[in-house]
């Protein structure tokens, strides 16, 4: 089946540095899509990319998809405290009809003051 | 407009015994997803129901089941609960194809 990977696992970063999460699948993807789950909290839809090359951004945030549609990242510049949290991919499996989301393994951002 | 809801937010249980956790999703949306995450397995895929109708299913043993009705609320059942099933399990909705879900806040799952 369709499998996601998600790099790095864990990332420190002190307040102010960028920090960036690849995510990869073993697909090809009708669309990519981005969540944020706080400690202790749920999943939080951030942004959808569905166009081979496509750039977006929100404030600080800037998402990327691959040209060949497999690949994604998501670049955090000058982090804040507030950005800490757990950063998912999904990748929608079985059409763009079907709600089965398959999520990469997150990536951990802790942020120091 | 109201998210999506849970209940309940908390359960215990044993071994052998079963559960039931429901979802009411937000107004309009047709399709439910539900999920389970843990730290070691992350989020997994258990299945989506559109319609009252399940239009597809994760990797999950039979042990794990879901319905939905008509007013789009959903249920999923776990019946002879393991250990290995505690879990925080979300509940996801969306308003059609291809687009993005929002997520309840979670029925977190111990099962001792």
């Known amino acids: 089946g369709q499998q996601v990977m998600q790099i790095p696992q864990y990332q420190h970063v002190q307040e102010g540095e960028d920090f960036t999460t690849y995510c990869n699948s073993s697909t090809t993807l009708s669309n990519i899509q981005w969540y944020k789950q706080r400690p202790g909290g749920h999943p939080v839809f951030l942004i959808q990319l569905v166009k081979s090359g496509e750039v977006k951004k929100q404030k600080r945030l800037t998402f990327q998809f691959g040209e060949a549609k497999k690949n994604s990242s998501l670049h955090i510049t000058a982090t804040q405290t507030t950005d800490v949290g757990t950063y998912f991919c999904a990748g929608p499996d079985g059409g763009t009809s079907y709600g089965k989301l398959t999520f990469g393994q997150g990536t951990i951002l802790t942020v120091h003051p | 407009k109201a998210g999506v809801t849970q209940t309940p937010r908390y359960l215990i249980k044993t071994r052998g015994q079963q559960v039931t956790l429901s979802c009411s999703p937000i107004?309009?949306?047709?399709?439910v997803s539900w999920y389970q995450q843990t730290p070691g397995q992350g989020l997994q895929f258990l299945f989506e129901y559109f319609s009252e109708t399940q239009r597809n299913k994760g990797n999950f043993p039979g042990r794990f089941s879901g319905r939905q009705f008509s007013n789009s609320r959903s249920e999923m059942n776990v019946s002879t609960l393991e250990l290995g099933d505690s879990a925080l399990y979300l509940c996801?909705?969306?308003?059609?194809?291809?687009?993005?879900?929002?997520f309840g806040a979670g029925t977190r799952l111990s099962v001792l």
């Open positions: 996801a909705s969306r308003m059609g194809a291809g687009l993005e879900q929002y």
């Open positions: 107004s309009g949306h047709r399709s």
